[in-house]
């Protein structure tokens, strides 16, 4: 711990030296932490949450739980809206979200545990820039628009900030290589947030299947849930910026667009600019327990072709709204990915199958269910609690359930399932080189243009 904690010391000291040309706040004082009931100060982790909408928020509130992280600073380009969290309405009682929400939210909580009964000490930024710069802050929670991962989260890592990244990890392959790289470079602790690695049930379910229950796995059939937004109609018309909506910076690297309100927030998922929709959103989870039932969480399929999929002809929205593709592991093990209402993955090996749908599963033989790992079996990472295991991570400075490797790889199967069915034909993919053999067109594809200034 005294080396590694040596080389977070060191590196601070750097990124804040470097990032200080942008005239953003290296340090807060001392005194702005408080107590709160918190941890010594010696042992505190402390935590900035860069996207605070729905998601953001219910992460945040869950690192708020953890008695060792100090919230110190919240960063979102929405002020307030609850046109913000209109889709979360339901579980969150209409609450409004943003920058100023979020920060409330921890001032509040902070201030219920304070004897005082009172706490300041959060910042709210619209630029996730002043963040990064911050000397006293050791790890961020990344919880933006999918084109919104990549680039905070390699400059978090060059600062020395261990980074807990939502999924999908990346807009597309070369994205996602580039955080890889990053966490690697910089030696940080990653999660990816993708829960189920941190679930009991997937675990064992993924135990039953590497230990060979049900035989030699051959094929793998899944299915996530349709487009629950309808597009505008094809002669929507822009619409003004919202005075609570740094717009530009809500682009950031995406091109330059009029705004729409269907565009940004939680919307944002169905426009290719942004992100791969539902194939990347609900997929990220669905793939990546795949992934792990066929122990290839660093590596991939080698064949994508596309089965069926329907898209978009006009309108705003550009993602599929039907997805289906077939891939194919050097392994022999097939995948099968469509849409259809709820997640579903139905694993069939030469001596049984599992079937799991709505959170339950079944299987035969009816031997499965009673079945227990032995001693000397494969025994998978067990976590029960992924911002709890991110936490213990950064303390231990172990790897995580869900590290940008197996992240990235879980979610390069979405982006290049995407790419098949957009080209409409079957294509050769390498997994350790990360190209397609037989398409220059698909290649182009594993990347966009940034807007300018901003690069990885």
Known sequence: MSSTMKRRTFLKHSAGAALGTLGLPLFVPAGALGKAGRAAPSERITLASIGVGGMGTSNMRAFLAQPEVQVVAVCDVVEASEEYGHWYKRGWNGAWFGREPARKIVEEDYARKNPSGSYKGCDAYVDFRAIIARRDID???????????????????????????????????????????????????????????????????????????????????????????????????PMPVPQWLDYDMWLGPAPWAPYHK?????????????????????????????????????????????????????????????????????????????????????????????????????????SLKTTTIGPNEIHLYKSNDHHRNFVDCIKSRQITAAPAEIGHRSTSICLLGNIAMQLGRKLHWDPAAERFTNSDEANEMLHKPLRNPWHL
């Open 139 to 237: 790890a961020v929670c990344i919880t933006t628009p999918d084109h919104w991962h990549a680039i905070p989260a390699i400059l978090a890592a060059k600062a020395g900030k261990d980074v807990y990244c939502e999924k999908p990890l990346s807009l597309t392959v070369a994205e996602g290589r580039a955080m890889v790289e990053a966490a690697q470079r910089y030696n940080i602790v990653f999660q990816t947030g993708t829960q189920r690695r941190s679930s009991d049930q997937y675990r064992h379910i993924c135990e039953l299947v590497r230990n060979g229950r049900i035989g030699q796995l051959k094929r793998v059939t899944s299915s996530i849930g349709g487009n629950n937004k309808q597009a505008p109609p094809s002669d929507w018309q």
């Open 262 to 366: 269907d565009r940004c927030l939680y919307t944002f998922r169905f426009l290719l600019d942004y992100s791969g929709g539902q194939t990347t959103n609900l997929g990220a989870h669905v793939i990546d327990v795949i992934q792990w039932a066929n122990g290839t969480d660093t590596t991939g399929p080698v064949e994508f072709e596309d089965m069926g999929s329907e898209w978009p002809t006009d309108g705003l929205f550009t993602t599929a709204t039907k997805v289906s593709f077939r891939a194919r592991y050097a392994n022999g093990v097939e995948l099968t990915c469509q849409t259809q209402k709820g997640e579903f993955w139905r694993f069939e090996g030469t001596e049984g199958w599992i079937e799991v749908q709505d959170n339950k599963w079944t299987g035969s033989p009816e």
